[in-house]
Nanobody
Framework: QVQLAESGGGLVQPGGSLRLSCVAS????????MGWFRQAPGKEREVVAA????????YYANSVRGRFTISRDNARTTIYLQMTNLKPEDTAIYHC????????????????????WGQGTQVTVSS
C-alpha cells in the first residue's frame, strides 16, 4: 500500500498563496495517477486537481481552474498544488490521493477511483 504524506497547509489571507506537497512512499508499485481532493465541514469530498504522472492528462475543478496548478517532480513520487488568489471558500482539509493505475480523464474527478489517501492538511483562508 502506497503511503502519502501531505504538507504545506496553513492560515492565509484572501488573495494569498500556498503550496501543498505530497510525497508517496512504499507499495510494490509506484503511483501512476495522483491528485488533490478537499473536504470542507459538512460537505462531501471533492476533486481539486488530478493528473497522470506520465503524459499530460490533467483535471482541474472549475472552481480552481486558473488559480491552482498541479505539478510533479521528475521522480514521479511527489506532487504539488500551487494555490494562488485563495478565497474563503477554498477553506478545507486537502487530501492527497494516488492510484497505481494510469486513470483515464473521466476517472480523475472520482474519489472512488483512487486507492491510497493521505491524512490531509488544513488550509484556512480568512482575514
Amino acid at each position: 500500500q502506497v503511503q502519502l504524506a501531505e504538507s504545506g497547509g496553513g492560515l492565509v489571507q484572501p488573495g494569498g498563496s500556498l503550496r501543498l506537497s505530497c510525497v508517496a512512499s512504499g507499495g510494490t508499485s509506484g503511483p501512476r495517477t495522483m491528485g488533490w481532493f478537499r473536504q470542507a465541514p459538512g460537505k462531501e469530498r471533492e476533486v481539486v486537481a488530478a493528473m497522470r504522472l506520465s503524459g499530460s492528462t490533467t483535471y482541474y475543478a472549475n472552481s480552481v481552474r486558473g488559480r491552482f496548478t498541479i505539478s510533479r517532480d521528475n521522480a514521479r513520487t511527489t506532487i504539488y498544488l500551487q494555490m494562488t488568489n485563495l478565497k474563503p471558500e477554498d477553506t478545507a482539509i486537502y487530501h492527497c490521493a494516488s492510484d497505481t493505475r494510469g486513470l483515464i480523464y473521466s476517472s480523475l474527478s472520482d474519489p472512488t477511483s483512487f486507492a491510497s489517501w493521505g491524512q490531509g492538511t488544513q488550509v484556512t483562508v480568512s482575514s
